[in-house]
């Protein structure tokens, strides 16, 4: 969920990033980054809901899923002409 408290329009990108990666760990959000970064383009005083849709091509990135992934930690990074925010 975003909200724009501003009255003018606001355009950002968001992506995913993975802040802490060990050589041995599976590299989860870096493949959710295919098609990234998505472009979230609010109206003044709106607020909106962004859902972010890729897929993820595990077999041609060198990774087998092998079953069911859940991912708690999600990090993604907010980038517009006013600065960047990692969250």
Known sequence: MFENHSSEEVHFTVEFFEEYWFEEAFRSLSLM????????????????????ETDIDSFASGYHLGGE??????SFIINSEQGQRRL
């Open 69 to 74: 992934f859940i991912n708690y930690e999600i």
């Open 33 to 52: 980054n295919n098609g990234a970064p998505c472009e979230v383009e609010l109206k003044g005083k709106e607020r909106k809901t962004v859902k972010i």
